[in-house]
């Protein structure tokens, strides 16, 4: 059972480049969410789903873009990257009621 | 809005003592449940234990208790037994219920086991 996905792990990019972070989960849990976590910070939420189709925004979505067309599959988008946005991005998912999120291993985002 | 803090310093602890990571939250909705996730070195996040706010008796899962009280609005996680594994950052969180319900995340708490 892989849990949730993230890929890649690593990335750097310019000032101004596009990417899109993966993130995949196999347990078919409805919600899904984006965190970004910088240093002494905690995790701040940028964007969750609660189901295919349906995307909200979190504490800090701008900069990202996302979309749910799959239960399984949930990718973070960066337009435009800036070096605001160098982080380490987690990707979650969970099943409901009082369910815990179950996290992936995180991307490292360094934007130069 | 929900709002979780942990405001200790990096915690030291020797090991095989019990340590207490503190944390308090407010917010206005009278259902919710509180998480405390681990993440060590490696980077995972790491899910400990969970209590709601209608849960009669402190959460426990093996080493790990929930000190709740509700009406101080804290949720502090004692540690029994301190091992060297368990050196790490300690985060606390808070989701109201509900399918659309958000997990807010405090800023975490650097704990230090010494041998």
């Known amino acids: 059972n892989a849990g949730v996905t993230q890929t890649p792990k690593f990335q750097v990019l310019k000032t101004g480049q596009s990417m899109t972070l993966q993130c995949a989960q196999d347990?078919?849990?409805?919600?899904m969410s984006w965190y970004r976590q910088d240093p002494g910070m905690g995790l701040r939420l940028i964007h969750y789903?609660?189901?295919?189709?349906?995307?909200d925004q979190g504490e800090v979505p701008n900069g990202y873009n996302v979309s749910r067309s799959t239960t399984e599959d949930f990718p973070l988008r960066l337009l435009s990257a800036a070096p605001s946005q160098t982080s380490v991005y987690f990707c979650?998912?969970?099943?409901?009621?009082?369910?815990?999120?179950?996290f992936g291993n995180g991307t490292r985002l360094t934007v130069t | 809005a929900q709002k979780i803090t942990q405001t200790q310093p990096g915690m030291f602890v020797q090991e095989k003592e019990a340590v207490t990571l503190d944390c308090t939250y407010d917010?206005?909705?009278?259902?919710?449940?509180l998480f405390w996730y681990k993440q060590p070195s490696s980077g995972e996040m790491i899910f400990l234990i969970y209590?709601?706010?209608?849960?009669?008796q402190n959460a426990t899962e093996g080493r790990y208790s929930l000190n709740f009280q509700k009406a101080r609005k804290s949720a502090n996680l004692v540690i029994s037994a301190s091992q060297l594994g368990d050196s790490a950052m300690y985060f606390c969180?808070?989701?109201?219920?509900?399918?659309?319900?958000?997990?807010?995340f405090g800023k975490g708490i650097t704990l230090s086991v010494r041998p």
């Open positions: 979650a998912s969970r099943a409901g009621g009082d369910s815990p999120l179950h």
């Open positions: 347990m078919n849990h409805e919600y």
């Open positions: 789903s609660v189901g295919a189709g349906i995307t």
């Open positions: 917010t206005s909705d009278p259902s919710y449940g």
């Open positions: 209590q709601g706010s209608y849960d009669q």
């Open positions: 969180a808070m989701r109201s219920t509900g399918a659309n319900s958000k997990l807010t």
